[in-house]
């Protein structure tokens, strides 16, 4: 059962352009949400989180949007830059566990 | 500060035996958590590490086991391989109940 879900595998957009990475949430009991980024032969790096009791939460260029009543969350990179190209995922846990579940992944390629 | 190291960084193994990859955390960092990722998937939580118990565990047999010394290095024991176990394994450390940081991963291949 995923209970993370992210139904894009890949995403190419122009260079200055907007990155808009979705994500997907079946159980109600994820109270907070993550985006990591991963280049190859590298570990996840973390990239902006987000709490369950905000709809928004915003760094830099990026932004994560949180849709409760949806269970739909998603990332946006504005400009999107070349050096964004990676597997972008998402992760959500919940108070009371020390686990993340992960989404399977979206691999964004920014064209120059 | 080195981050988050594992090793080996590759490593290949034949069905029926026993591997051990090994994690330092980040400095600072109490608690270890290793992730199996299988290709085209997410990472998959095995279990968590803290003063040197497993304090939460995912949905893998007892075949992964681990372990947690003194120094808050850990090590994962998968034990009887399956061609299934070929994954990717990343720990993760953390301090207390803050954010986890990656290490690059041990590659593991079961033939």
């Known amino acids: 059962d995923q209970q993370v879900k992210q139904n894009s595998p890949s995403l190419s957009v122009q260079e200055g352009r907007i990155s808009i990475l979705n994500c997907d949430y079946t159980?109600?009991?994820?109270?907070?949400f993550l985006w990591y980024k991963k280049y190859p032969a590298e570990g996840p790096t973390f990239l902006i989180s987000i709490s369950s009791i905000k709809d928004k939460n915003e760094d830099g260029r990026f932004t994560v949007f949180l849709n409760k009543s949806a269970k739909h969350l998603s990332l946006h990179i504005v400009p999107s830059q070349p050096g964004d190209s990676a597997v972008y995922f998402c992760?959500?846990?919940?108070?009371?566990?020390?686990?993340?579940?992960f989404g399977t992944g979206t691999r964004l390629k920014v064209l120059a | 500060d080195a981050g988050v190291t594992q090793s080996p960084t590759h490593l290949i193994k034949t069905r029926g035996q026993q591997v051990t990859l090994r994690c330092s955390p980040k400095?600072?960092?109490?608690?270890v958590s290793w992730y199996q990722q299988a290709l085209g998937q997410g990472p998959q939580f095995i279990f968590q590490y803290y003063e040197e118990e497993e304090r939460q565990r995912g949905n893998f047999p007892d075949r992964f086991s681990g372990h947690q010394f003194p120094n808050y290095s850990s090590e994962l024991n998968v034990n009887a391989l399956l061609l299934g176990d070929s994954a990717l394994y990343l720990c993760a450390s953390l301090e207390r109940d803050n954010e986890q940081f990656f290490g690059p991963g041990t590659r593991l291949t079961v033939l």
């Open positions: 992760a959500a846990t919940w108070s009371g566990t020390y686990k993340y579940i």
């Open positions: 400095s600072g960092h109490d608690t």
């Open positions: 159980n109600s009991m994820f109270d907070y």
